[in-house]
């Protein structure tokens, strides 16, 4: 689970040296100092527990960051339960049977509790365990800015419309980040969080079958877990990355070069279009990539927060409080 020693000292320094002493917004990586100092100790101890039972989950709760912060922004709001009076995000057709680690960021939020009661919101624990997820498997590192609230609602049709699909043309991707205030550049370097991780058969049956952008050899070994006839082995699952797929590096980027990357949605960052030199640079560049994935981190981590009084901080991460 570790990275290269080069790679772990570059990026170590790139965080230190950019990202601990300032502030986002109103967000602070230092917003608990006083308030709960041990907490980042807590959740890297839990999420460790977590990953050693069972790694992918480093990259289950990367993805569950994602999807929280594009619907209604980075509150929480996904891990809400449904209620008599909404529906939640949970089964959304981008998160159902897909999105994970629920009860991970519960043992988190548990442990926080015990030692910090009523302090910290679980939207930061999310953004958290995303960081630590990578770490633990081997990424780079940053200082999180903390400080977020957590919502008292949730949208089922905003998770629907808002999360960009693994069917995406380039442009409909580069649309749907534009519209949280991601430019191309964030969009192409998020995306490098498909370099850990696994996909359901049904989200890329149609580019291994379909696709003209895929090396024939990958198609065809993708094809003997993910039979043709829908219905057919839709939850099989297949690395993003069939390189490393479970240590957070750069293969991601040099398996679209070789157009093997395991979605369309992928694969349309290196297809011809204005993305192609990005995704070029990082697959030889391993320091860039990193430094262009943190700042678009703390960017997205950034979208549509709730601070100082607006919100609340559950006592549980799955219901609102009463």
């Not at 917004?25 to 608990?32: A, E, I, R, V």
């Not at 995000?89 to 043992?107: F, H, M, T």
């Not at 919502?151 to 442009?171: E, V």
Request: hydrophobic residues 45%; charged residues 15%.
């Amino acid at each position: 689970m570790a990275a290269s020693s080069s790679f772990r000292a570059w990026h170590c320094l790139l965080a230190v040296s950019l990202l601990s002493s300032a502030v986002y917004g109103q967000l602070s990586p230092t917003f608990y100092a006083s308030s709960c100092p041990t907490l980042e100790l807590v959740v890297r101890a839990t999420m460790t527990t977590a990953i050693i039972a069972e790694e992918r989950m480093g990259a289950s709760l990367l993805r569950l960051f994602f999807h929280d912060c594009f619907v209604q922004g980075c509150d929480a709001s996904i891990l809400l339960d449904d209620t008599g009076r909404f529906t939640g995000e949970k089964g959304a057709s981008p998160n159902v049977n897909s999105v994970r680690g629920y009860e991970v960021i519960d043992q988190i939020k548990a442990n926080v509790e015990a030692v910090c009661p009523g302090v910290v919101s679980c939207a930061d624990i999310v953004a958290l365990a995303a960081r630590d997820g990578a770490v633990l498997l081997g990424g780079p590192t940053w200082a999180v800015p903390l400080g977020r609230r957590d919502s008292t609602t949730a949208s089922l049709d905003h998770a629907n419309s808002d999360l960009p699909a693994p069917t995406s043309s380039l442009a409909a991707l580069i649309t749907s980040f534009g519209n949280k205030g991601l430019s191309a550049r964030d969009l192409t370097a998020l995306s490098g969080a498909h370099t850990v991780g696994f996909s359901q058969c049904l989200n890329f049956r149609d580019h291994i079958y379909d696709d003209a952008n895929v090396d024939a050899t990958f198609a065809i070994a993708r094809r003997d877990i993910c039979p043709a006839a829908k219905g057919s082995g839709d939850g099989n699952l297949a690395p993003l990355d069939a390189q490393t797929r479970l240590i957070f590096d750069n293969a991601y980027y040099r398996n679209l070069v070789a157009q093997r990357g395991l979605l369309h949605s992928d694969q349309e960052l290196f297809n011809g279009g204005s993305q192609d030199a990005l995704v070029l640079q990082y697959s030889s560049n391993p320091a860039l990539f990193a430094a262009d994935f943190i700042t678009a981190m703390i960017k997205m981590g950034n979208i549509g927060t709730l601070t100082g009084s607006a919100g609340e901080i559950r006592a549980n991460c799955r219901v609102v409080n009463s």
